[in-house]
């Protein structure tokens, strides 16, 4: 059994900044790579940054504004958010790839999400 609970959402003015949190737990025995998404209403939902390791990628529209961290001792991954705009409003999602206990494949488990919502 695998959970992430997302935190740290909320209300910001935008230029403004938050700090999203995901915290893995249960019966993990390793965490290939996380994640965050998110989806606007009548959006699909977006990839917005990944780690892997010491690799780390973003969508271009949060380039420079956006980054995603990893506390492997917590399984927990964090998304700074600075600079907001209104068009990041949205629902953030946590997903992780991981290899459950005596499970040899590879799975994906999301999270219950978070909202940001970026007033202008």
């Known amino acids: 059994q695998v959970q992430l609970v997302e935190s740290g959402g909320g209300l910001v003015q935008a230029g403004g900044s938050l700090r999203l949190s995901c915290a893995a737990s249960?019966?993990?025995?390793?965490?290939?790579?996380m994640g965050w998404y998110r989806q606007a209403p009548g959006k699909q939902r977006e990839l917005v940054a990944t780690?892997?390791?010491?690799?780390?990628n973003y969508a271009d529209s949060v380039k420079g504004r956006f980054t995603i961290s990893r506390d492997n001792a917590k399984n927990t991954v964090y998304l700074q958010v600075n600079s907001l705009k209104p068009e990041d409003t949205a629902v953030y999602y946590c997903?992780?790839?991981?290899?459950?206990?005596?499970?040899?494949?590879?799975?994906?488990?999301w999270g219950q999400g978070t909202q940001v919502t970026v007033s202008s």
């Open positions: 997903n992780a790839l991981l290899l459950a206990h005596r499970v040899n494949q590879l799975r994906s488990y």
């Open positions: 249960g019966s993990i025995f390793s965490i290939k790579a």
């Open positions: 780690i892997s390791g010491g690799n780390t």
